[in-house]
Nanobody, 126 residues
Framework: VQLQASGGGMVQAGGSLRLSCAAS???????????MGWFRQAPGKEREFIGG????????VYGDSLKGRFTISRDIVKNAVYLEMNSLKPDDTAVYYC?????????????????WGQGTQVTVSS
């Protein structure tokens, strides 16, 4: 089973990107009852919790340093999760991961997530 994160790339500071995350193929609905999280990891740093969304999409939470610039949403029909990133800064440069929580909600702990996407690179130039 694989989650696929996509939408990364290179953008100038102040720009925006929208990342997508979905399970592939016949497993596309496998995570429909799971909370989902977004994390990122910059070189030499620990994996950082960006935020999470509940299985119905009615509840979200964000890391303190990112709240206001990043928005997580969920399309129940498409069984996809999105991360909208605005006002990007060079410090946002990292590999971004989506992950399926073991339960229906979310947490900031990496160990609470059972499945991970392969990551997508986001590079913000100054």
């Amino acid at each position: 089973v694989q989650l696929q994160a996509s939408g990364g790339g290179m953008v100038q500071a102040g720009g925006s990107l929208r990342l997508s995350c979905a399970a592939s193929g016949r497993m596309s609905r496998m995570f429909s009852n799971n909370g989902m999280g977004w994390f990122r990891q910059a070189p030499g740093k620990e994996r950082e919790f960006i935020g999470g969304i509940s299985w119905k999409g009615e509840s979200t939470v964000y890391g303190d340093s990112l709240k206001g610039r990043f928005t997580i949403s969920r399309d129940i029909v498409k069984n996809a999760v999105y991360l909208e990133m605005n006002s990007l800064k060079p410090d946002d440069t990292a590999v971004y991961y989506c992950a399926a929580h073991r339960g229906s909600y979310y947490s900031a702990s990496v160990s609470d997530y059972a499945y991970w996407g392969q990551g997508t690179q986001v590079t913000v130039s100054s």
